[in-house]
Every structure is written in C-alpha cells, then in structure tokens.
C-alpha cells in the first residue's frame, strides 16, 4: 500500500520522522504531523487508535507540549511512531490517517520563546570581515576564537517556509550620502543556517553544560534569516542588527529530531584556540552535525554550504548562552549564524556569493547582486542517515513581495 | 473605611489605578489586581460582583487578556474601575475585595512577547561615548540623531520586582590579558529604565504610524536592565549586547495606563537634527512623559533621573520597530534606555555615576565603583497627576546574590 512503501532511498522514509504541524484538507484544524515520504501521519489520531500513554503530547495544535516533555518521552515516542509506521500489523490503523502532503496546509510547529543568532562559521565570518573591513589585520574580531557571538532576534516574525517576505523599508546611509534615505531595501539577502529548537527548559541561574545538550535540544531545522544589508549598515554600530533583521525569518515546517541523525554526527574542525573549560568540547562527544545544505533561487542552485565546517557547535553555543545564568524556555529557538564552506559555490549569502554586489551572479533570470521582487528562495538538506540512507530535512521556501 | 479612604496626596490613590497579577495571602491563586493606596483590588472579583461585561478580562491568573482587549476597553474598564473604588454606594461590595499589599505575592504581571531595548537618552550615550571613546570627534554614532538605536533582549529573563539577581559569570578580557578569563562579573551595573507594554498587535507588513501609539500601548513600568559591563565589552563587537545583559531584566510589578499619565505628557527636547517622515513628530500630540525616577542602592539615593530628557519618544521608539513591517504582539516590551539628565546626580547607571569605576561612589555602606553581593538596588518613580496629585510607578526591586 502506497502510504507505507516509501520508495527505497526516500529521504522521508522512516529512518527519518520529523515533526511538524498541519491542517487537514478543508480544515483549520490543527494538529501534530509526522512526515512519511509524501505523506503527513496525524499523530494524535494515531496515538489514540493505538492506545498510546502519549496522545495527550501529540493530540495537540502546536509541538510545545511535545517539546516540553523531555528527552525519555521523545525517545519513547520516536520508537513508538516507528513502529506504527513499519509493523504490517499496525497498518490497517495508520492508513486512513496517512493524509498527502500535498493536501494539508502546514503552519509554524512551535511557539517560539526567544530567538537568538550565532555567528559561527569561520567562512562566513571571514568574508564579512574581508568585505567590511579591508584594512583590518586579522578578518575575525578579537573574540570570535574564544566565545559563539551571537545576538537576541525578534521571535514574534519567525515564520513558516512558504511564507511570502514583504520587501522591507527602512533607513539607509551610504558614506557618500549627506543625509539617510528612506526607502525599500536594495540590499535584501538570504543567510542559510541551521535553526536548533529547545525542548527542555531550565532554570535562571544554572548553566547548562556541554554534555547536557542533548537532554535540552530536542532538533533541528533549516532557516532562512533574510537580512537587509543596507539598513543593517546605517544602524547596526554600536547596538547590533535590528530592524535590517526584524522583518521576518523563515524556518522549515518540519523539525527533524537529533535522534534521527545520530549518523550524521561528527567532530567539528580543529580548534585553533585554547578554550574556557565550559566550552572546551575535546573530550565531549562529537558536537558537529554533518548536513549538506542547497540554496536555490527561482529553482537554480546558487550554493551548497556545508554544515560540518561550523566552527563552534551547537552545544558551544547552549552552553555559553546559558553561561551566565539565563534560562532556557521551551520553544527557545537558536540559529548557527550563516553556513559558509571554504570556497566560492559554498558561501550561505549572497552578500560573500557577490562579494558584496560587486560580483553579480549569472541566473537563468538574469543576474544578481541581491534579491529582485518575485525571486523565490528555497534551502533544502540532508544529512547522512543509518546504512547509506539520507535523512532530508524540511524545506525553507520563501518568495519576496513589493514592499508595500 | 480604610481601603477607601486612601490619604490625601498618596501617589496610588484612585487617580492612578495601576494593574497588577498577585496571589492572596496563603494562596497560590494568580489574579488581577489593581493598586489603590496600600492595598490590591481583585479586579476579577469586583467584576463578577458588580456585573461587568469585562469579568472574562479581569478574572484570568495574567494581564495579557486585558493588555489584547484594545483601547476601547481599556478606558470603559478604567472609568468603571474608578467608580468601584469611588462611589460610596459600591463600598460594601468592594472592601471585602481589597487585600492589605503587605499580605499578598506579586508576580511578573504579563507574559513578554519580545523584549526590545533602546538608547534613547542623549545624556547617557554621550557619556558612554566619552568613556568609551573619549578619542571620537563627536560622542555620538553617526545614526544617533537619525533613528533611536535598540535592540532585542531576552524575554525569558524579564523578573518582577523583587526577584534576586544572580551575579552572572562569563567571560572578559581587559586589553592588557592576553587571554579571556572566566568568572563572576566584576563590573555589575543597572540601568534605570522606563519599559513600555504592547496590548493591541499589529500585522506583519503594516507599519504603526506616531498617532497609532496609544491604539497599541497599553502602558508603562519601571525597569531595571542589570548589565554586566565586562562581559558586555569583550562580546559586543561585532553584534551587540546578549550576556552581558541576558541574565535578567526587571520590572516593576505594577503596569501604570497610559490614561492614568495624561498630565504627565509634555514635549520632547528640540530635535537638533531633521526626521524622516515616520519620525517626525513636531505635528503630533506630546510624545514624552514628565517622569522623576529615583535610584537608590540599599536605601541611599543615588540619582534621581529625568525622563523629561529622553530625545527620543516611546511613540518614535515604536513607529521605528515596526517601519520595516516587523509585527507587534501583545505582551510585548520595551526599554527607554537608561534615563540620564544633564547633570551628575541624574544618571542612570553605575558606568556614567562612577565615570566608568575611576570616582567610586561615597555611600553610607561604604565606596561603590559597581555592585557588590548583598547590595539591593530599588527604583522609583511619579509624575505629575490631575489637580498636583502625584501618580507613583510601581517601584523595581532587587537584590545581587552572590554568583552560583
């Protein structure tokens, strides 16, 4: 039966099972989603047909509760779910609530608590050095080999893949102008980056250690954190990024357990830098991720940046955000700041893929130094999955809109 | 009786009214309250018992429910607030309903959406110039006087007045170490600060003008954004502040209205530079608030600083979070940025009072540069009321206990 014969090497298959949350055809309804191949599985129907101790976390209308209910019971129900979806037994049950992706609308599957940016590939963060500061002595600030920079972001404009990004206005300043302009950005940009989904919370005044990482983080997802690069210029000194970031940021639908990618686990690069002992990951167990990342615009692949070349590690990042005392919520939602690889075709943005517009790109429509209204961007990956299989993770999806 | 008969000249007397979330004595019951003198009205209960439609406002455990009821009903609830607590013929039914504020917790009164701060005062961010960059030709960035500069903060970590505050640890690095070290901050600070609270949200994509402020602002509090400022130096290049400041942030318990705050409107300082259009409020009604904020450290005055002063309004504040089509949710906050006057004894952080630690502060407990464990720091506030009655802001409260 279809539903349950996902072709061989389907990177949605049940080695996979990432979570997210749907509506029905014709419904508003939503409810907890777990996708098999083309196919959404509702999980709290599945989970009372079947008399699981789990209905009341996954016959939900967001993942929160699912989140918040801690890594035993997400092991339980991964194994529980695998089953349901494998075993021939249990087929006639899941069947009916199998229902096609392409029929379903899919919503935002957590309510996100705060969002916090990193900065933490050494690419990236050498271009954009190179780019800004031409005469600095070393690309890189002073700190960025000793702690993950990162930044507090607006967590109420997280939206869904598939969500359309207004073309934002705001201030912008160009050393030759007099005075700022005010206008639509002409600078808008993409930035390919992992986004980390805290299930587990914890208290204020307790850091969480690197070896905890895995009872807090429940997944992952790709995200799409659009920049505009002119009104971030003009207000960024001394404060950070603001509005030229606030507009919008774009996750996948689907949140895909680390459990699913244990194969995908791998040590990140060689530190350069002596550590603080509360980021020192020599003796931890491998904290990198292996995920091979896609941007496409308008369908037509621009670059491939490469997840395992992330310098600092997502459980880097836990535990200096939490180094200080500040507590984690569930829904907490981290991104790993833009993945750059080492050579061109591997640069996460389009400010490095152009080198800061000087370098247009050559598109089947047309060239590119930044984003045309109606440019769609799509972000895929996968990552190595158990005997040779891939383990693909949601889609980010987002098209631009005139500014309004 | 008592509860009614608040003294004459009591800063929360029924011309202020502000709302609160407490539990009564013995109780761990969360309800709206509202203050009048010292005691908290059970805003929920007079409601049932005096038959207002608000009842599903007003009798829940938070104020978002209220905060998401609009302009409208706000002012109907507060006109009928001021009735109960002012029309003799209601008193029978309303004392038994007023709670001694000595008996009662109060709790964080609101959920925070996100948590934004601003760098609004003149004073104080010339004086950071000055100390941090005496060699600049001018003490302001370049953008200062075109757009008020902020940031998002972490909202998990907003504490009610009262809560203690952790001495955070983390990493620093005076330029003469040659490398990072780690331990308890030794340079902790506050910032006094008046935060603003969003009630009405807005849609992404749709910009909220100047005159749309008090459609969408329910009201405001004191607030105290402890930084860590040795932390702060070593991370905040090239990103901004994140824990330096992210390990707490308070709020008083008490959300005074906007309406309770009309004679305290006055004009903005002179604007010394021209606004963009969305900026521009020499058209608009009165943007600023005549606030007198005191800081005390264990009960010793410190500064008393001025709102009056701020160059920047919260309805400016506002219209530039959202220009770039970013949304408002309820429950969202805000920050002023620290309050400093012109003059010494009016600045709002230990940084500019001690000129950066070099002319320690001579206090009854003894000489202060920054915090020390033990130390509490209290903020207060009025402004000028109906009539020359004073309306008190809630105070900020907290003690440093010593790092984990």
């Known amino acids: 039966m279809p539903p349950f014969d996902v072709p061989e090497g389907d990177p949605f298959g049940p080695h996979n099972l990432p979570y997210g949350v749907f509506s029905p055809a014709g419904s508003t309804d939503r409810r907890v989603g777990v996708r098999l191949g083309d196919h959404v599985l509702d999980a709290g129907a599945a989970a009372a047909a079947l008399g699981?101790?789990?209905?009341?976390?996954?016959?939900?209308?967001?993942?929160?509760?699912?989140?918040?209910?801690?890594?035993?019971?997400?092991?339980?129900?991964?194994?529980?779910?695998?089953?349901?979806?494998?075993?021939?037994?249990?087929?006639?049950?899941?069947?009916?609530?199998?229902?096609?992706?392409?029929?379903?609308?899919?919503?935002?599957?957590?309510?996100?608590?705060d969002y916090v940016d990193f900065y933490a590939s050494e690419n990236h963060a050498r271009n954009v050095g190179q780019i800004f500061r031409p005469d600095a002595a070393d690309s890189l600030t002073p700190n960025w080999k000793?702690?993950?920079?990162?930044?507090?972001?607006?967590?109420?404009?997280?939206?869904?893949?598939?969500?359309?990004?207004?073309?934002?206005?705001?201030?912008?300043?160009?050393?030759?102008?007099?005075?700022?302009?005010?206008?639509?950005?002409?600078?808008?940009?993409?930035?390919?980056?992992?986004?980390?989904?805290?299930?587990?919370?914890?208290?204020?005044?307790?850091?969480?250690t690197l070896s905890a990482f895995r009872d807090h983080v429940f997944g992952l997802c790709l995200l799409n954190d659009w920049s505009a690069r002119d009104i971030q210029a003009w207000e960024y000194v001394p404060l950070g990024p603001f509005l030229g970031k606030s507009f919008a940021t774009s996750v996948s639908a689907w949140i895909t357990p680390l459990d699913a990618l244990e194969d995908a686990r791998i040590a990140p690069p060689a530190r350069t830098h002596p550590l603080l002992p509360y980021l020192d990951d020599a003796e931890e167990e491998?904290?990198?991720?292996?995920?091979?990342?896609?941007?496409?615009?308008?369908?037509?692949?621009?670059?491939?940046?490469?997840?395992?070349?992330?310098?600092?590690?997502?459980?880097?990042?836990?535990?200096?955000?939490?180094?200080?005392?500040?507590?984690?919520?569930?829904?907490?939602?981290?991104?790993?700041g833009t993945v750059s690889g080492p050579t061109e075709r591997e640069r996460?943005?389009?400010?490095?893929?152009?080198?800061?517009?000087?370098?247009?790109?050559?598109?089947?429509?047309?060239?590119?130094?930044?984003?045309?209204?109606?440019?769609?961007?799509?972000?895929?990956?996968?990552?190595?999955?158990p005997n040779g299989t891939r383990v693909g993770l949601g889609e980010v999806r987002g098209r631009i809109t005139p500014a309004s």
Chains 1, 2 share one sequence.
């Open 52 to 113: 699981s101790p789990y209905v009341s976390v996954l016959a939900r209308p967001t993942l929160n509760p699912l989140l918040a209910a801690g890594r035993t019971a997400w092991s339980d129900i991964r194994r529980a779910l695998t089953a349901w979806v494998t075993v021939p037994s249990h087929q006639d049950t899941v069947a009916p609530l199998l229902h096609p992706l392409s029929a379903v609308t899919l919503h935002l599957p957590f309510e996100v608590a």
């Open 146 to 208: 000793h702690l993950p920079i990162g930044y507090h972001g607006r967590s109420g404009t997280v939206v869904v893949s598939g969500t359309d990004v207004v073309r934002p206005s705001g201030q912008r300043k160009a050393p030759t102008d007099p005075v700022p302009l005010f206008g639509p950005s002409v600078r808008l940009d993409i930035e390919a980056e992992v986004g980390f989904v805290v299930g587990t919370p914890s208290s204020m005044g307790s850091p969480v």
């Open 348 to 385: 996460g943005s389009l400010l490095e893929l152009t080198w800061n517009g000087t370098a247009p790109l050559d598109l089947p429509a047309g060239k590119r130094t930044f984003l045309e209204d109606d440019d769609e961007v799509t972000l895929t990956a996968w990552a190595p999955g």
């Open 286 to 336: 491998p904290g990198g991720y292996d995920l091979r990342i896609s941007v496409a615009v308008n369908g037509h692949t621009i670059s491939e940046p490469p997840f395992s070349t992330m310098y600092w590690t997502a459980a880097q990042q836990l535990a200096h955000m939490t180094v200080n005392g500040a507590s984690l919520r569930t829904g907490d939602l981290y991104g790993s």
